[in-house]
């Protein structure tokens, strides 16, 4: 009985202190540029990516805004299948613009971002979201355990600290967290990418990232937490004298539009379609720095036209250009921020097709599951969720994303346990078994001693009948020798 109790003891506190499950940690620095890296401004995060495995950037999905690629990481699929095409999108259903909210996550009721799907295979797994874009709306009528909102300027240390503490909870320990920082992207909108603003935001990423594996080594985490940093989108850098007024090519109380520089949506009324597209287009031409699509003219490599959310028409700044919500939003930047606007303000600007350059994030990730000092090709955002799914050891579901192409980063198993689990196991199991050869001994000198004061009372009983009939502790000291 008593081995039993000290056994559940012992696997209770082994339990509690970390999760029986892989754990893994996803970063996302939102618009962090794949070539930041090359400013020599992040120098704890060049060691830590030369110290895993990293590519040197990856591919994103269409458009490069901040909510579609955040839910194609989180759930492996393009936006025409989970239909977050922009940061606002024009709603057929209910028929005006919607922004962030529950309707833009839950296009299809039925996809599951990671942090549902790992939650849902129970077993002890637990799920935790920082911030997240998306991640603040229950999934299949369900929240997961641990959930904090979106906050601007929440401090970043506590985020961290947060993150730790859903990890090493003792009740609910988190297997999977998805931690978020809006910048460089919050600032870099109205200071743009290579502003001094942009440059010390990035120094203090640096700083983050250097304070997170502080505290995982603190907490003795840092050989059994996986982490990954990555980010959503790049970011370019355009002036007022390359804005382009194209509302002005449209009559008012003709359409709607959604979405930002550099692709607005067009959503003409009924029986303005044709008379918008001819408009556009004309206007294209003549200013030779935007262009005009129908929905089925959309390049099949977007992945973006087979969605009734999806615009019937999309018009595309070039590289370098923005449209009239640029217009419209520079003045509110330099009041807000209080400087003045010039034609040489420079404004940051994403959202183009994932296969220009500057719209490249960045990837590296370490870890107990993950190749030390390696490099690994350029690979597809919606493979990540492949990753997640190898890493957390659970089931995949149905994906865009290609596991070929991820499987490069992973250490390689040996039968159903890797290297580094097989001499954990083997640790662990030494350990154990000391500990049980240790309580073995207790329990076998305590049954000795017993029987030992048993046959001492039977003998002292049978001498001296009524002076000690009961007193076991008077009996041991009589039969003791005189030095004990």
Not at 224 to 246: A, C, E, Q, R, Y
Not at 338 to 354: A, I, P, Q
Request: aromatic share 12%.
């Amino acid at each position: 009985m008593y081995l039993n109790i000290i056994l559940q003891c012992l696997l209770i506190a082994y339990v509690h202190s970390l999760s029986a499950h892989p754990v893994l940690i996803v970063v996302s620095y939102d618009a962090f540029r794949y070539n930041f890296f090359d400013t020599k401004l992040v120098p704890n995060m060049e060691r830590l990516k030369k110290s895993g495995t990293y590519a040197d950037h990856l591919l994103n999905v269409f458009p490069t805004k901040t909510f579609p690629n955040h839910h194609s990481i989180a759930t492996g699929l393009y936006p025409e299948v989970h239909g977050v095409v922009g940061n606002s999108y024009y709603d057929p259903d209910v028929k005006k613009v919607l922004k962030i909210g529950y309707e833009m996550f839950h296009y299809d009721e039925n996809i599951k971002p990671i942090w549902r799907l790992n939650e849902d295979q129970g077993n002890g797994r637990y799920s935790g979201t920082m911030m997240w874009p998306g991640a603040s709306y229950p999934y299949q009528s369900q929240n997961i355990t641990y959930v904090k909102d979106f906050e601007p300027g929440y401090d970043w240390h506590k985020r961290v600290d947060t993150v730790i503490s859903w990890i090493k909870n003792p009740d609910k320990p988190a297997n999977l967290v998805m931690l978020y920082f809006e910048e460089p992207d919050a600032h870099g909108h109205a200071f743009g990418p290579n502003s001094e603003v942009v440059k010390d935001l990035i120094r203090k990423l640096d700083n983050i990232t250097l304070y997170l594996e502080q505290q995982l080594k603190q907490h003795e985490l840092t050989d059994k937490v996986n982490v990954m940093h990555l980010s959503d989108h790049g970011m370019i850098g355009v002036t007022p004298p390359n804005f382009i007024n194209i509302t002005q090519y449209m009559t008012n109380g003709t359409y709607e539009w959604a979405g930002a520089s550099p692709c607005i949506q067009i959503v003409p009324h009924e029986g303005y379609e044709e008379q918008i597209y001819s408009s556009l287009k004309t206007a294209s031409v003549t200013n030779g720095h935007f262009k005009v699509y129908k929905k089925q003219d959309f390049p099949k490599r977007w992945y973006y036209k087979k969605n009734p959310r999806s615009p019937p028409i999309l018009v595309m700044a070039d590289v370098g250009y923005a449209l009239d919500d640029l217009i419209i939003a520079a003045p509110k930047y330099a009041e807000h921020f209080n400087f003045t606007l010039t034609n040489s303000s420079e404004f940051g600007v994403h959202g183009y097709d994932y296969n220009v350059t500057d719209m490249h994030p960045f990837f590296m990730a370490r870890g107990p599951k993950i190749k030390p000092r390696h490099k690994v090709a350029p690979f597809n955002t919606v493979d990540l969720f492949n990753l997640f799914t190898e890493i957390l050891e659970i089931p995949q579901t149905p994906n865009n994303g290609t596991f070929g192409n991820i499987v490069d980063i992973l250490v390689e198993k040996h039968g159903q346990y890797s290297v580094g689990s097989i001499l954990i196991i083997s640790v662990g199991g030494v350990v154990i078994a000391l500990v049980l050869i240790t309580v073995a001994a207790i329990i076998t000198l305590v049954m000795i001693k017993r029987r030992q004061n048993m046959t001492t009372v039977a003998a002292l009983n049978k001498r001296f009948p009524q002076t000690f009939q009961n007193n076991v502790i008077e009996a041991q000291h009589l039969l003791e020798s005189e030095e004990a």
